[in-house]
């Protein structure tokens, strides 16, 4: 009877701390909070078929409160803001550099536009697109629009 209660109290506090582990400290579904789900809900059941349904269901009704306590718990304690994405990527294309590019100017397609792409003008690259056409590498392309840091170009027939 006491190596039961033994058994039952050592499965079903390693899980809780497996869980608790998960919940703080390496949030998402990992094999930590598997294992430790696994060994709480075996130390249930083994509480259930050695100590009595009666047993059973305190030891199911504290198991689910300690769980609880503890999943209120790491939400309160902001533990899950350290994985959070709080810096914000506020660059352009183009932006590194001011062109100096003019309607009609000519250049030379280095890779494949789809319809977006890099084009050679005056021997310095840009990110380009098309208004909507694909356009093979190595096309000879001209300036049709030029919007803030958009170039907007078309195939040379």
Known sequence: MLLDWITVISLIGIGLLLIIVELI????????????????????????????????????????????????????????????LKDQNKGRVNEDYQHTLQLGEEGRTISALRPQGTALFADRHHEVQTLGEFVAPNTPVRIVKLNQNKIIVEAIS
């Open 25 to 84: 400290f390496v949030p998402g579904t990992t094999i930590v909070g598997i294992l430790g789900f696994i060994l709480t809900a075996i130390g249930v059941w083994i509480g259930y078929a050695a100590l009595g349904t009666d047993t059973g269901h305190i030891i199911l009704t504290i198991t689910v409160l300690i769980a609880g306590l503890a999943f209120f718990y790491s939400f309160r304690s902001d533990s899950w803001t350290r994985f959070a």
